[in-house]
């Protein structure tokens, strides 16, 4: 399983144990992650923006307003952005910003039921926390789609984070394995092998 993949169910997770925050900040992150598993050199933020415009905004098209959606790349980015870096969901004054200035977020286990999912006004976007995990999932499927063969294989083999859990059964052993790698001397080296 890729970690796209392992980001999905964690936060599927993380919302029904109503952990908002850890759900909202993972979701930002899975479109930079997307991009850079297909990409030999560092993304930029002009790839995070391009993704979402692809395969996110068209959710957020407004049947009054067609001709620009409620939320784009740009916006969406500068969320990233502001909340990653400074715990905020104000994102005017943010380099990417685009119309919006502010989110207001809600979360509902009965958010399925809702007829009116995100709605904007004086350049505040209020919405669902389901409703952006779950369009940027559907993005994630639908990139998936368009992936040729090779890329769809660099995708999935993507090397990424890898956390190893370690039971009580074998926590002795792992302290005693750790133990025997420090130096105290050079503990900017300090490195653990499995």
Same mark, same amino acid.
């Given at each position: ?31 930079d992650i997307i991009c850079q598993s297909i990409k030999e050199t560092e993304t930029k933020s002009k790839d995070y923006i391009e993704w979402f415009d692809n395969y996110v905004a068209k959710k957020y098209y407004s049947e009054i307003y067609s001709k620009e959606p409620?939320?784009?790349? !740009? ?19 943010? !380099? ?5 200035? @502010? ?38 499927? @639908? ?28 926590? @002795? ?15 900017? !080296? ?5």
């Amino acid at each position: 399983m890729n970690l796209i993949d392992k980001l999905i169910s964690d936060i599927e997770q993380a919302l029904t144990h109503k952990l908002y925050n850890v759900a909202l900040i993972s979701v930002l992150t899975i479109p930079d992650i997307i991009c850079q598993s297909i990409k030999e050199t560092e993304t930029k933020s002009k790839d995070y923006i391009e993704w979402f415009d692809n395969y996110v905004a068209k959710k957020y098209y407004s049947e009054i307003y067609s001709k620009e959606p409620s939320l784009n790349g !740009n916006d969406f980015y500068a969320l990233r952005c502001s909340l990653l870096h400074q715990g905020r969901s104000v994102i005017k004054g943010q !380099n990417k910003q685009k119309h919006l200035e @502010d989110f207001v977020f809600f979360a509902s286990h009965n958010y399925g039921k809702l007829h009116l999912k995100s709605y904007s006004s004086e350049n505040r976007l209020k919405i669902h926390l389901e409703e952006v995990f779950e369009n940027i999932v559907r993005g994630y499927s @639908d990139w998936k789609e368009q992936l040729s063969p090779e890329m769809l294989n660099q995708h999935e083999s993507y090397k990424s984070l890898e956390i190893k859990e370690i039971d009580e059964e074998h926590m @002795d052993a792992f302290e005693t394995a750790i133990a025997k790698q420090v130096r105290f001397n050079d503990l900017n !080296n300090f490195k653990i092998k499995f």
